[in-house]
């Protein structure tokens, strides 16, 4: 009879093992902001994109955006995403550049404008139907602006909108 509830017990012990440790394991980690932030790094500091490079230094400056590259087939190339189920795009961003030329100019371009306009209303909501957003501003150099021969200040604004999984 000792047996019986010695194997009972042992039964008890291993169930609440098992559900303690179930319950602290972790099965999903939300990555989509870490995700935004690699994409507008890649975005001001990579010759591919924005950053202005010098061919005979070979080399990029991060921080200086080339007024020249700042267009949506630049980004659409230096970006290039594959598509999930029934053609939705993954990633959806605006970027926004300010800066002085004897008066303001602003140039606003986007990556996948018609999946922005699709997830914009609903960024901010979780749950699979939601898109996450990042936002943010950063102080930039301009090069390439026309009757200056040093690149000017300027404030660059990029918004990355991701479907929530």
């Known amino acids: 009879m000792g047996k019986i509830y010695q194997l009972i017990f042992l039964v008890i012990v291993v169930m609440t093992v098992v559900i303690l440790v179930r319950s602290f394991v972790v099965n999903h980690i939300n990555v989509n902001a870490a995700e935004s932030s690699i994409i507008i ?10 950053a202005y490079s010098d061919s005979k230094m070979d080399r990029a400056y991060p921080g200086i955006i080339d007024l020249a590259k700042f267009k949506e087939e630049q980004l659409e190339a230096c970006l290039f995403f594959e598509y999930g189920e029934r053609d939705r795009a993954f990633v959806a961003a605006q970027a926004k550049l300010r ?5 303001m100019e602003e140039k606003t371009i986007y990556l996948q404008h018609q999946w922005f306009k699709m997830y914009e209303p609903i960024s901010g909501f979780e749950g ?11 102080f930039v150099l301009v090069a390439g602006v026309e009757k200056h021969e040093k690149p000017v200040p300027g404030l660059l604004e990029i918004k990355v909108l991701k479907p929530n999984e």
């Open 41 to 50: 790094e890649r975005m001001i500091n990579s010759e591919r994109c924005f």
């Open 99 to 103: 800066y002085e030329n004897n008066k």
């Open 128 to 138: 699979p139907s939601g898109t996450s957003s990042t936002y943010q501003k950063r």
